[in-house]
């Protein structure tokens, strides 16, 4: 039986290197996911497990998500968890079955990895399936195009999709060309962190989740502040979209300058930097923690 502990969609796409093994893995996840989505009605709880022979229930489940149980062909989805959490986990179990029906796929997956990398990438490929069953390329190519890589496509794909804006942040920056790092920012209590005493305490506006375009080497780390001054904040305070020259707020204190398109909704941030090309310094380094 497959098991989540770790909610799949708040699941980044994997974060080390593309190799000759997992980029053509992902490859193949999405066309097993893209072709089982074709065939249903809709995308419905009862129409995404109508290309499936099992039955889905329903049950409290602690920590875990979900789970798959290909013996005896059941998928159980946790009933304490957020309707769009539910959503994405039944995508993501259904990808376990489409994965596991494919036997070239498996053996390769069995020949490349071992033990818990085994495991991670099986979850990976999940949430890709996942991702391409409720979010097909068609979709995220239409908003793009009427809203370009901005904040607004952002919480246009979660709102179409019945996605959590962390879903659609990823799936969104895997189809965006252009140098673009998104982000959801929400107002969350801080925590003293120990070494930094310089770190505020109590509620402000934070980092929530983050990802970038293919060949965006930097990234936000959840937590991250963002600054009273910024257009983030100002979006969230006047609940007006907000689209400028600014610069990315990283958790050093480094600036990296980019075009911020800020797009509110309810008491969060949907926000797209794209990054400005400029001359590399001798000797810096780059940010990718943020």
Do not use: W
């Not at 942040?169 to 673009?180: D, G, H, I, K, M």
């Amino acid at each position: 039986m497959t098991q989540g502990r770790t909610p799949p969609e708040q699941t980044s796409p994997d974060a080390s290197p593309e190799t000759g093994t997992l980029a053509p893995a992902k490859a193949r996840m999405r066309e097993l996911a893209s072709a089982y989505a074709r065939g249903l009605p809709g995308l419905d709880t009862h129409s995404l497990m109508s290309g499936l022979d099992a039955t889905l229930t329903f049950m409290p489940m602690g920590d875990r998500d979900g789970a798959y149980d290909p013996e005896h062909r059941v998928v159980l989805i946790n009933s304490r968890v957020r309707p769009e959490r539910q959503r994405f986990t039944l995508a993501h179990e259904i990808s376990h079955a489409l994965l596991l029906g494919d036997d070239d796929l498996l053996s390769d997956l069995h020949d490349a990895y071992e033990g818990e990398r085994l495991e991670q990438v099986i979850e990976t490929l999940c949430n890709v399936g996942a991702a391409a069953i409720l979010m097909p390329d068609a979709l995220i190519d239409e908003l793009l195009a009427r809203f370009g890589p901005s904040g607004r496509a952002l919480a246009e794909l979660a709102r179409r999709a019945d996605v959590s804006a962390s879903s659609a942040l990823y799936a969104l920056a895997e189809r965006t060309a252009a140098p673009v790092l998104y982000a959801v920012c929400a107002v969350a209590r801080l925590e003293a962190e120990p070494g930094d005493e310089e770190r505020p305490t109590g509620k402000a506006l934070t980092v929530r989740a983050s990802g970038g375009a293919p060949g965006v080497k930097y990234s936000l780390r959840p937590g991250t502040l963002i600054p009273a001054e910024h257009p983030v904040a100002a979006a969230l305070e006047t609940h007006l979209p907000i689209a400028q020259e600014s610069y990315v707020p990283f958790r050093s204190g480094r600036r990296m300058p980019a075009y911020v398109d800020a797009f509110p909704e309810r008491q969060r941030v949907m926000v797209s930097f794209t990054l400005t090309p400029r001359p590399a310094k001798g000797g810096e380094s780059d940010e990718s923690a943020g």
